[in-house]
C-alpha cells in the first residue's frame, strides 16, 4: 500500500507522505511505517495494513509523553524489542510521531541512522503542510535530533516491491495486541 | 579479568591498531568502543553486523554445521578484523578492529583479539 497521508494540501517539493515512503524504501524488513499528529490521529502510512498497530503506536506515544520532564527535550526515540517485533517509536516535538514497525532481529543502529536522516524531512515536510493549509498560522519549530547525516538515496533492492518487503518483516498480530495491553498498562501507571 | 576500557586500550597498543569495538550482532550496537583515529565506528559496528549475518546465513544454507571464528577485510590500506566471541557470557557479539594494512601484523592481532575474548569483563 502506498504511503497515504490523510490531508489534502500539500505544498513544497516533498509531502509528508512522500517522506513516509522513502523512510520505507531506505528500510529493511519494514513492517509498517507510520505518523501520528496532534491528538494521535495518523496523518500518513506506509503498510501492508497499519490499522492494527496504530493503538500501539498511540500508546507508546503516550507513555513518552506521560513521562514528561523526566526524559529532557522535546523529542525522544523509543525502541520496544519483544521475541517477535521490534518498534521505533520517534516523538518529535509536541506535535509528532513517526512509528516503525520490523522484525525483533531488526539491526537497530542502522535502522535508526538510516531514518533519523530523513525526519528532518519530515517534519520540515510536515510544518510546510499545516501552513500550505493554514497561511494566516505560522508553524513553530520542532526540535530535532543532534548528530542528523547528511541526505542519501535509499540503496536497497529497488527490484523488491514493497509489499514484499512488508510481508517479510510483518508479524502476528497477536503481538501486537500484546504488546498495546503492556504499554497501556505502564501508561495506566 | 580485565575491565572494557583497559582490555580495548591494550588492544589499541597493537602496531597499526585505529579502533576497536565490541558489537552486539542482535541489535548492531555498539557495546564499548575506542579510537585513535576520528571516523564513525558506530556505522561501522552496524554495517559490519549486516556482513555477519550474511554469513551465517550463507554457512547455514551451505549446511556446513559449523561456526565463524574471524573475518578479514582487506582494503588497500586498511585490515578489518572481526572476531566472533566464543565465550559463552559473551555470545552474540563480535570484536570489531580496524588495522593500518603496512604496520599490522595480522597473526599478533588475532592472537590479541582472542586474548581480550577471554579476558574482558564487559
Known amino acids: 500500500m502506498a504511503a497515504s497521508p490523510s490531508g489534502a494540501a500539500v505544498a513544497g517539493p516533498r509531502s509528508v507522505g512522500d517522506v513516509l515512503e522513502r523512510i520505507d524504501d531506505a528500510l529493511e524488513n519494514v513492517a509498517h511505517v507510520l505518523a501520528l499528529g496532534p491528538g494521535g490521529e495518523p496523518i500518513g502510512s506506509s503498510g501492508v495494513d497499519a490499522a492494527p498497530i496504530v493503538d500501539l503506536a498511540r500508546a507508546i506515544a503516550a507513555a513518552l509523553s506521560a513521562s514528561g520532564p523526566q526524559i529532557p527535550g522535546d523529542s525522544a526515540r523509543c525502541v520496544l524489542n519483544t521475541a517477535e517485533s521490534c518498534v521505533f517509536v520517534y516523538r518529535l516535538g509536541k506535535d509528532l510521531s513517526v512509528i516503525l514497525v520490523g522484525p525483533s532481529d531488526w539491526n537497530i543502529a542502522l535502522t535508526g541512522r538510516r531514518t533519523e536522516q530523513l ?42 516491491t514493497r ?27 | 579479568m580485565s575491565t572494557a576500557d583497559e582490555a580495548l586500550s591494550k588492544i ?30 558506530e556505522l ?24 565463524i571464528e574471524d573475518i578479514l577485510i582487506t582494503l588497500g590500506n586498511q585490515y578489518h578484523l572481526i572476531r566472533l566471541s566464543q565465550r559463552d557470557g559473551l555470545r552474540g557479539t563480535f570484536t570489531y ?19 581480550l575474548d577471554e579476558t574482558i569483563s564487559l
Open chain 1, 119 to 160: 525526519l528532518v524531512e519530515f517534519v520540515d515536510a510536515y510544518l510546510s503542510e499545516m501552513q500550505a493549509r493554514s497561511p494566516e498560522n505560522i508553524p513553530g519549530e520542532l526540535p530535532r535530533r543532534d548528530g542528523v547525516g547528511p541526505e542519501r538515496e535509499p540503496s536497497g533492492n529497488t527490484a523488491e
Open chain 1, 163 to 189: 509489499r514484499e518487503k512488508h510481508a517479510r518483516g510483518a508479524t502476528p498480530h497477536g503481538d501486537y495486541a500484546l504488546l498495546t495491553r503492556v504499554l497501556q498498562a505502564l501508561v495506566d501507571l
Open chain 2, 12 to 41: 589499541l597498543e597493537l602496531d597499526g591498531a585505529m579502533a576497536v569495538a565490541v558489537v552486539d550482532y542482535g541489535s548492531g550496537l555498539a557495546l564499548v568502543q575506542k579510537q585513535l583515529v576520528m571516523f564513525d565506528l
Open chain 2, 44 to 67: 561501522a559496528a552496524a554495517a559490519n553486523t549486516e556482513v555477519i549475518r550474511a554469513k551465517l546465513r550463507a554457512i547455514e544454507q551451505l549446511g556446513l554445521d559449523d561456526s
Open chain 2, 97 to 115: 578492529l580496524v588495522l593500518e594494512r603496512g604496520r599490522a601484523n595480522l597473526a599478533l592481532a588475532r592472537r590479541a583479539l582472542a586474548t
